[in-house]
């Protein structure tokens, strides 16, 4: 009775936090910024990783709340910590751009994020990625060509530009301007004006 009791107790809290969720994108939706943060707070606090994600995205851009970067890599920890995609992705990021350089124990958990994100299937993750394995001090750049390959079948036409530099220039993969032309083209289609100029030229 006891167990039963512990699971009915741990389902209202889960609904609750599901319902205070959806309250929160909805007020965002309708302007109502302050309400929506609040209602993503009182959800992130009871251990809902979407809403901790949501909480993040708050303090990021200041919507119903200050911009604060440290509290936003916090709820995107906390998030990412249970494995919500977008966080590990939005987290890794905060990790790398707004954190010093230097710091290798940093560097290499953003890039396991990143990583777990990526085979998640977030678009954004594997793009920067590909881009990162081929801009690095030392390039891995059969990796990157991996992580751009992906994001472009998942549609990103910057990512498609991206694989063919690789097959024009023979970045970890054998050149071939035929192919490199097609991905061109087709990232060109998608609105890529680095894709329309290398066309031209």
């Given at each position: 009775?006891?167990?039963?009791?512990?699971?009915?107790?741990?389902?209202?809290r889960i609904d609750?936090?599901?319902?205070?969720?959806?309250?929160?994108?909805?007020?965002?939706?309708?302007?109502?910024?302050?309400?929506?943060?609040?209602?993503?707070?009182?959800?992130?606090?009871?251990?809902?990783?979407?809403?901790?994600?949501?909480?993040?995205?708050?303090?990021?851009?200041g919507r119903g709340?200050?911009?604060?970067?440290?509290?936003?890599?916090?709820?995107?920890?906390?998030?990412?910590?249970?494995?919500?995609?977008?966080?590990?992705?939005?987290?890794?990021?905060c990790l790398l751009?707004?954190?010093?350089?230097?710091?290798?124990?940093?560097?290499?958990?953003?890039?396991?994020?990143?990583?777990?994100?990526?085979?998640?299937?977030?678009?954004?993750?594997?793009?920067?990625?590909?881009?990162?394995?081929?801009?690095?001090?030392?390039?891995?750049?059969?990796?990157?060509?991996?992580?751009?390959?992906?994001?472009?079948?998942?549609?990103?036409?910057?990512?498609?530009?991206?694989?063919?530099?690789?097959?024009?220039?023979?970045?970890?993969?054998?050149?071939?301007?035929?192919?490199?032309?097609?991905?061109?083209?087709?990232?060109?289609?998608?609105?890529?004006?680095?894709?329309?100029?290398?066309?031209?030229?």
């Amino acid at each position: 009775l006891e167990e039963a009791a512990f699971q009915l107790q741990q389902i209202f809290r889960i609904d609750i936090s599901i319902a205070l969720n959806i309250l929160g994108i909805e007020s965002m939706r309708a302007g109502h910024y302050r309400i929506g943060y609040t209602c993503f707070k009182l959800a992130a606090d009871r251990g809902y990783s979407k809403a901790q994600f949501n909480v993040g995205l708050c303090y990021e851009h200041g919507r119903g709340t200050e911009k604060d970067l440290e509290k936003a890599a916090f709820y995107y920890l906390s998030a990412a910590s249970s494995c919500h995609p977008m966080a590990q992705y939005r987290y890794a990021r905060c990790l790398l751009c707004h954190r010093p350089e230097n710091e290798w124990d940093r560097h290499e958990k953003a890039v396991t994020f990143l990583e777990q994100a990526a085979t998640a299937g977030v678009t954004e993750a594997q793009a920067y990625l590909g881009v990162f394995y081929m801009r690095g001090l030392q390039p891995k750049e059969k990796k990157g060509l991996k992580y751009l390959l992906l994001a472009a079948k998942n549609g990103d036409a910057q990512s498609r530009y991206h694989v063919g530099v690789c097959y024009e220039k023979g970045l970890g993969v054998q050149q071939n301007l035929a192919e490199a032309m097609k991905h061109y083209r087709q990232s060109a289609a998608a609105g890529s004006k680095d894709a329309q100029e290398r066309l031209r030229v």
